[in-house]
């Protein structure tokens, strides 16, 4: 399979025509090759518009995916991420969101819980050779305090709820991209820091797929 052609032809017919129109996102898309982050049965679907699952449903974990390239795009988008930035990518799977950051960013920080995944991530960026990337491990929800504070924060998955921790590592003027709810109804959402305040802007529906650890605590009813 020809898999640069395969990479052209998702951004132009996936991102592109989603109303991506950043010349840095494009580019980062075009350059990084999604292959390289799937398992190997899943090399030949690496670039079709869905959701690829990237680790299995396994004793009482939920599965992990790779989200699809549109949304993830038009997320990044929103992040009007710069070469100054520093950005803690939330939940990096094997590491295929950190690499497109990395591409946009000045340095990332790629959170991970799973250590297999967080193991394939460190795998796969250094193999590919994203210097400015470094992979941690810890809760998700609990962010990575250590390296604090972020010009962006980058959630890849939809949640249900954030937890102000993850807010307080911003930095003034940072933003965080996540998506709220689950399913058709769940909403690309930005929230912002300005003067110690943080604001909260709705942009679009995103149904992809959820990411442990943001659940809201089930409420006991008599």
Known sequence: MDFEAARVKMVENQIRTTDVTSHS???AFLTVPRENFVP????????IDCDIEIAAAASGKAPRFLMEASPLAKLLQLGVITTQDKVLDIGCGTGYVSAILS??????VA??????????????????GYGNVTV???????GHAGNAP???????????????GLLDQLSEDGRLITVIGYGHAARATVFMRE????SENVFFN????????????????F
Do not use: C, H, M
């Open 25 to 27: 996102v494009l580019n």
């Open 40 to 47: 190997e049965k899943s090399k030949l679907l690496a670039y």
């Open 103 to 108: 591409l946009l960013a000045e340095k990332v």
């Open 111 to 128: 959170l991970e819980s799973d250590e297999d995944l967080a193991a394939q991530a460190k795998a796969n960026i250094a193999a590919l």
């Open 136 to 142: 941690v491990t810890g809760d998700l929800e609990k």
């Open 150 to 164: 972020y010009d962006v924060i980058f959630i890849d998955g939809s949640i249900e709820q954030l937890p102000q």
């Open 195 to 198: 003067r110690g305040a943080f």
């Open 206 to 221: 995103a149904s992809i797929k959820p990411l442990p650890g943001f659940a809201k605590a089930k409420e006991f009813v």
